[in-house]
């Protein structure tokens, strides 16, 4: 609407109109489309859940008749409005569109004469308004910078109600589907579930705008398509799958630091495993420790010595230096004695001062808050094993250094673990 306030000439202010208008049908198409696949997508749920449970009546739900029933009166203001829209894009003078309320309540009661019609008229007569709308607005005959004046307002505030309800119905359906998805165990997570889902984010991420929300900072949507990686994964191998791999990673990478969001225990005490650390590579032979702690100090010595830039440096080098930092770090918690690792383990540790010059706050990305915050709970546990590994640790300040890499908003809490307790018995043996 702003490109109609800076026309003068009629021509173009026409031109100018009706591309704002089509922009609008175009936008409105789509979200009535989402709107008819989420109708489908709940008809097969409650299909499903007919067939699994024969004597279910979900109207016996006052929850149920209640979201029913709003559903129904959201759905019930579309035709009104169709007709309404139809109106008003038809070559009816302003005039007439300012009697229309009154005009329709006349012809509601007096049953028209059969007449002779074009198939223009025959096409309108499926929008017709049929009776008297309060909620239309009557705009008064005025000046033409009255009109766009008028025009500007009434767009603005409509399309910024028309986002805030959009921006609340997909922030609500996207916590419902990770619910649910979590619910699912992956031998249950089909190629339809796939699908649905992948249609919805992909109408989310296509979009351009939504009323103060970004998707790409939203850890519900972040977690969502973690979930739906893991998933995933338990597909055959195909030319689709690779597809589907490939767009999740697309949508993956969009997110933003913002978006993270702590899954690891690093606060509890006495510390413990925490289950969700699913993913530790395990090592029990010393060999096997000796040729990680190697694979890190390589990979630390060549990221020292290379005076390439800081982003060169970071691309080349930060995933790898973590990568490695984890398998070593999970490898010394599956060995009962680990007085051989503490200088490796505080080695291994002390590059991560490193890692700190390469990133910053303001563009570290949500992969790589993940990577890290796996490093400060593998090194916690190191931590409780091994105490020169703890007192290092607090002296060089290198875990508040790491914690300060995290945007403030999603930074996680760090508890050391207590000091290890040296075994007086064996120490008398």
């Given at each position: 609407?702003?490109?109609?306030?800076?026309r003068?000439?009629?021509?173009e202010?026409?031109?100018?109109?009706?591309?704002?208008?089509?922009?609008?049908?175009?936008?409105?198409?789509?979200?009535?489309?989402?709107?008819?696949l989420?109708?489908?997508?709940?008809?097969?749920?409650v299909?499903a859940s007919?067939?699994?449970?024969?004597?279910l009546?979900?109207n016996?739900?006052?929850?149920?008749q209640?979201?029913?029933?709003q559903?129904?009166?959201?759905c019930?203001?579309?035709?009104?409005?169709?007709?309404?829209?139809?109106?008003?894009?038809?070559?009816?003078?302003?005039?007439?569109?300012?009697?229309?309320?009154?005009?329709?309540?006349v012809?509601?009661?007096?049953?028209?004469?059969?007449?002779p019609?074009?198939?223009a008229?025959t096409?309108?007569?499926?929008?017709?308004?049929?009776s008297d709308?309060?909620?239309v607005?009557?705009?008064?005959?005025?000046?033409?910078?009255?009109?766009?004046?008028?025009?500007?307002?009434l767009?603005?505030s409509?399309?910024?109600?028309?986002l805030?309800?959009?921006?609340?119905?997909?922030?609500?359906?996207?916590?419902?589907?990770?619910?649910n998805i979590?619910?699912?165990?992956k031998?249950?997570?089909?190629?339809?579930?796939?699908?649905?889902?992948s249609s919805?984010?992909?109408?989310?991420?296509?979009k351009k705008?939504?009323?103060?929300?970004?998707?790409?900072?939203?850890?519900?949507?972040?977690?969502?398509?973690d979930?739906?990686?893991?998933r995933n994964?338990?597909f055959?191998?195909?030319?689709?799958?690779?597809?589907?791999r490939?767009?999740i990673k697309?949508w993956?990478?969009?997110?933003?630091?913002?978006?993270?969001?702590?899954?690891l225990?690093l606060?509890?005490?006495?510390?413990?495993?925490?289950?969700?650390?699913?993913?530790?590579?395990?090592?029990?032979?010393?060999q096997?420790?000796r040729?990680?702690?190697?694979?890190?100090?390589?990979?630390a010595s060549?990221l020292?010595?290379?005076?390439?830039?800081?982003t060169?440096k970071?691309?080349?080098?930060m995933?790898?230096?973590?990568?490695?930092?984890?398998?070593?770090?999970?490898?010394?918690?599956?060995?009962?004695?680990?007085?051989?690792?503490?200088?490796?383990?505080?080695q291994?540790?002390?590059n991560?001062?490193?890692?700190c010059?390469?990133?910053?706050?303001?563009?570290?990305?949500r992969?790589?808050?993940?990577?890290?915050?796996?490093?400060?709970?593998?090194?916690?546990?190191?931590?409780?094993?091994?105490?020169?590994?703890?007192?290092?640790?607090?002296?060089?300040?290198?875990?508040?250094?790491?914690?300060?890499?995290?945007?403030?908003?999603?930074?996680?809490?760090?508890k050391?673990?207590p000091e290890?307790?040296?075994?007086k018995?064996k120490?008398?043996?």
């Open positions: 609407m702003d490109a109609i306030l800076s003068v000439g009629d021509a202010l026409r031109q100018h109109c009706v591309a704002a208008v089509l922009d609008e049908l175009l936008q409105t198409d789509k979200q009535v489309k989402d709107v008819v989420a109708l489908e997508r709940t008809l097969k749920v299909q007919r067939n699994v449970h024969k004597s009546i979900l016996a739900s006052d929850q149920v209640a979201s029913f029933r559903l129904g009166e959201s019930n203001k579309i035709g009104p409005l169709l007709r309404l829209l139809h109106h008003n894009m038809s070559a009816a003078s302003t005039s007439s569109i300012q009697q229309l309320p009154k005009v329709t309540s012809v509601a009661q007096v049953e028209p004469k059969a007449t019609t074009d198939s008229s096409t309108t007569s499926e929008y017709e308004c049929l709308d309060s909620d607005v009557v705009v008064t005959t005025s000046k033409r910078s009255k009109k766009r004046k008028a025009a500007v307002d767009s603005g409509a399309r910024k109600k028309i805030l309800d959009d921006t609340e119905s997909v922030r609500k359906q996207l916590t419902v589907d990770l619910r979590r619910a699912t165990c031998s249950n997570y089909t190629v339809g579930m796939h699908k649905d889902l919805f984010l992909n109408s989310i991420f296509e705008k939504f009323h103060n929300y970004e998707p790409r900072d939203d850890p519900v949507l972040a977690q969502l398509l979930e739906m990686d893991n994964n338990g055959k191998e195909s030319t689709i799958q690779i597809e589907r490939k767009k697309t993956q990478n969009k997110m933003t630091a913002l978006s993270f969001a702590s899954s225990d606060i509890s005490l006495p510390v413990t495993t925490d289950p969700q650390a699913t993913d530790v590579h395990k090592c029990k032979e010393n096997d420790i040729a990680l702690s190697r694979q890190c100090n390589q990979v060549k020292r010595n290379d005076h390439a830039s800081v060169n970071r691309k080349k080098y995933k790898d230096l973590v990568d490695a930092s984890i398998k070593y770090f999970a490898a010394v918690l599956e060995i009962s004695h680990t007085e051989n690792q503490t200088n490796d383990a505080i291994c540790m002390w991560f001062h490193m890692v010059e390469l990133v910053q706050s303001t563009t570290i990305t992969g790589e808050c993940v990577h890290l915050e796996k490093v400060l709970y593998l090194l916690r546990l190191v931590m409780a094993k091994i105490n020169k590994v703890r007192k290092r640790a607090i002296k060089c300040n290198i875990i508040a250094d790491v914690l300060a890499l995290f945007p403030p908003s999603v930074r996680p809490e760090f050391y673990p290890r307790k040296k075994n018995k120490d008398k043996k």
